[in-house]
């Protein structure tokens, strides 16, 4: 049981590349989201699923787009990248089962944007 | 939005010392959680705890929601407990808002 598992760890970007991260989960969760989190900062929320085809924006949604075509999968994709879009990306998932609904994080991906 | 904040910012300690780190929100709220980052960046749940008092080990947590403060308790620090602790807040929808994190440092 892996829990939640994001690839890749570390990425290196220059201004206007693309690129997606993936977040994979084990638990059946229903529920998965993609945050940020940058220096000495509190995490922010930029995406979220409640199921499978279904995505809504979180409090700094732009410049990213989000697919969740399959349960376990939820992808995070950077169109053109920009050095305000360097941070680290943690993907969570939850599902509110036992009247519970904690979130679950995975390790992170350290992006950097030249 | 719902505003958190959480205090005190920073915190050092000797090992065995008590603590209490605080999270004061601005609205009603039916989702509270806390975490611990450890020095490697990793996330933990340490507690779903949107009202009442929870204990796990040497850590237990409250949550007054009618007075929108919670309080996380570690007894008898230890290294292994040094990281940032995060409150996060929710409403009726599914988003969590985090607070800034409460540094802490425990000494050998």
Same mark, same amino acid.
């Given at each position: 049981n892996a829990g939640v598992t994001q690839t890749p760890k570390f990425r290196v970007l220059k201004t206007g590349q693309s690129m997606t991260l993936l977040c994979?989960?084990?638990?059946?969760?229903?529920?998965?989201?993609?945050?940020?989190?940058? #220096?000495?900062?509190?995490? /922010?929320?930029?995406?979220?699923?409640?199921?499978? $085809?279904?995505?809504?924006?979180?409090?700094?949604?732009?410049?990213?787009?989000?697919? /969740? &075509?399959?349960k376990q999968n939820f992808l995070l994709g950077l169109e053109s990248a920009a050095p305000s879009q360097t941070s680290v990306y943690f993907c969570a998932s939850s599902s509110y089962r036992? $009247?519970?609904?904690? +979130?679950?994080? $995975? #390790?992170? @991906?350290?992006?950097?944007? &030249? | 939005g719902i505003q958190v904040e959480q205090s005190p910012p920073d915190l050092i300690l000797q090992e065995g010392a008590n603590s209490t780190l605080r999270? =004061?929100?601005?609205?009603?709220?039916?989702?509270?959680?806390?975490?611990? +980052?450890?020095?490697?960046?990793? &996330?933990?749940?340490?507690?779903?705890?949107?009202? $009442? @008092?929870?204990? =796990?080990g040497r850590l237990s947590a409250t949550t007054?929601? @009618?007075?929108?403060?919670?309080?996380?308790?570690?007894?008898?620090?230890?290294?292994?407990?040094?990281?940032?602790?995060?409150?996060?807040?929710g409403g009726s929808a599914r988003q969590l808002t985090f607070g800034s994190g409460t540094q802490l440092t425990v000494l050998p």
């Open positions: 994979a989960q084990d638990m059946n969760h229903e529920y998965m989201y993609w945050y940020r989190q940058d #220096p000495g900062m509190g995490l /922010r929320l930029i995406h979220y699923s409640v199921g499978e $085809g279904t995505t809504a924006k979180g409090e700094v949604p732009d410049g990213y787009n989000v697919s /969740r &075509l399959k036992g $009247g519970t609904d904690t +979130q679950y994080f $995975g #390790p992170g @991906t350290r992006l950097t944007v &030249l | 999270c =004061n929100f601005s609205d009603s709220v039916n989702n509270l959680q806390w975490f611990h +980052q450890n020095p490697w960046g990793q &996330l933990i749940n340490l507690f779903y705890i949107p009202s $009442g @008092t929870k204990q =796990n007054v929601a @009618t007075e929108r403060y919670s309080l996380l308790y570690i007894s008898s620090s230890q290294t292994t407990d040094s990281g940032v602790y995060f409150c996060a807040v």
